[in-house]
Nanobody
């Protein structure tokens, strides 16, 4: 079993920045790909950023150049740095380990971008 705990969400003005953290209960980065997903009201959950166990990254087109996924192996933590935030980035953000079908999910953290 793997527990994932997200933190760092909140209310931010358009153009602002936030850094989300996802702490894993054990060292899993060499085993599982990691991903940040988000779900806005009335919309399907979508992949925002992913990182393979080898460290390769991929991003949704809507966040390329603004969001960065990274990890700290020593802290068993993956991050999502979000810059130049837009109102359309408002959503609950979820951390995932191991994929959407058989993987593990955190509880989610709310990000609200509003003036």
């Amino acid at each position: 079993q793997v527990q994932l705990v997200e933190s760092g969400g909140g209310l931010v003005q358009p153009g602002g920045s936030l850094r989300l953290s996802c702490a894993a209960s054990r060292n899993i980065f060499s085993i599982y790909a990691m991903g940040w997903y988000r779900q806005a009201p009335g919309k399907q959950r979508e992949l925002v950023a992913g990182m393979t166990n080898g460290g390769s990254t991929n991003y949704a087109d809507s966040v390329k150049g603004r969001f960065t996924i990274s990890r700290d192996n020593a802290k068993n933590t993956v991050y999502l740095q979000m810059n130049s935030l837009k109102p359309e980035d408002t959503a609950v953000y979820y951390c995932n380990a191991g994929g959407i079908v058989y993987g593990y999910w955190g509880q989610g953290t709310q990000v609200t971008v509003s003036s």
